[in-house]
């Protein structure tokens, strides 16, 4: 009896190191195998046309023109061709340039190994995928009668970091009549900032301090915020390496002006007209030894201004409880997201 076909992958990426990385994970699946490698637009063109693969994954920004270019150039010779826009780049006009040119997925390069097989396995499967942290975005962008199925149901699912706030905004926009529930894990509404009007809220010096030290030592940054991050660097804590090492490499695979706007845009942006706005059930939840995202000013303060809030405060929990506390993490979700199911049925 014959194997059954491997899913044959084209990479399409400028640093070799990334390159040998996908190649390594993609050529460890059973059921897939890395058939060609290009380094700019030119040359994945013509390769594309030597080997014809089932999925491409290609960089959004190639030395000669981008990988959106690239792709379209691909898909005028063969119209089935299936490709990934594999990059760092997060903005909302690129994904949905992306999408628009015909891509069957906009990831992101920090997303996890195992995630990334099985979007492939998916994509040639003919299916389609954002990550969740992506949707919001580019929902921002689009009516409501643009938005897939598979869009509007992530954006009523959990996301983690920015995509709290990228919840409360879509919400606070675009309404409810499509989402059923939503879910705020260690999140930054309403506002971080200390204020006359938010007196709780962290000094301007606070956030001063992170740019200073993100200007000065990028590397060295992502590693030592991860202590607090995870509460690691309180007494007793167990501490993962594996966790850290992750949570860095995710921080060095981002935009370094991006990551630089970003503390101004979660700490200076004020969400708490667009929480007012929420008409469904909204659970906060918040451990009160986040060092990150302190409590005083988030949390307890999002659920009085949410009209159904359901506000779980979990006594020495750090910001990154949904990784150091997934067992009690997982179970209130699912037990929150299930009342929903039973009350459908």
């Known amino acids: ?14 640093h070799p190191l990334l390159r040998e990385g996908l190649a390594a994970i993609i050529n460890n699946q059973p059921d897939m195998v890395l058939v060609a490698q290009a380094s700019n637009a030119q040359e994945a063109i013509q390769q594309f046309r030597k080997y014809q693969p089932d999925v491409t994954l290609m960089d959004l920004r190639l030395p000669d023109k981008s990988g959106i ?8 010779e063969f119209p089935e061709a299936r490709v990934i826009i594999l990059t760092t780049f997060e903005g909302d006009v690129e994904i949905q340039r992306a999408l628009e ?19 492939i396995r998916q994509v040639h499967a003919g299916k389609k995928r954002i990550p969740p942290q992506l949707a919001a975005q580019l929902a921002e962008h689009m009516s409501d009668d643009d938005l897939t199925a598979r869009e509007i149901e992530v954006l009523s699912q959990i996301a983690g970091g920015n995509g709290n706030r990228d919840i409360a905004r879509y919400l606070g926009r675009h309404g409810s009549k499509r989402v059923a529930k939503a879910v705020l894990i260690s999140a930054v509404p309403p506002l971080m ?6 007196p709780t809220g962290q000094s301007l010096s606070v956030f001063d301090g992170l740019r200073a030290a993100y200007a000065a030592n990028r590397p060295q940054f992502y590693k030592d915020i991860t202590l607090p991050f995870y509460g690691y660097n309180r007494p007793g804590a167990k501490i993962s390496e594996g966790i850290r090492e992750h949570w860095w490499l995710q921080g060095m695979l981002g935009g370094v002006k991006p990551h630089y706007d970003c503390i101004k845009a979660f700490s200076e942006t004020d969400f708490t007209e667009d929480l007012k706005k929420i008409d469904i059930p909204v659970m906060v939840m918040h451990g009160d030894d986040d060092q990150i995202v302190p409590i005083a000013a988030a949390g307890p303060m999002s659920a009085k201004l949410l009209k159904k809030a359901t506000l779980k405060v979990y006594p020495g929990f750090p910001h990154g409880m949904p990784t150091t506390n997934s067992d009690q993490i997982n179970a209130d979700l699912l037990a929150f997201f299930g009342r929903s199911a039973q009350a459908a049925a």
């Open 69 to 76: 270019d690239a792709m379209i150039a691909v898909r005028a």
């Open 193 to 198: 900032l200390k204020t006359e009007k938010n």
């Open 1 to 14: 009896m014959s194997e059954p076909a491997r899913i044959r992958v084209f990479s399409v990426d400028d």
């Open 101 to 119: 040119a015909g891509a069957r997925g906009y990831l992101l390069k920090s997303m996890p190994p195992k995630e990334l097989v099985e979007v």
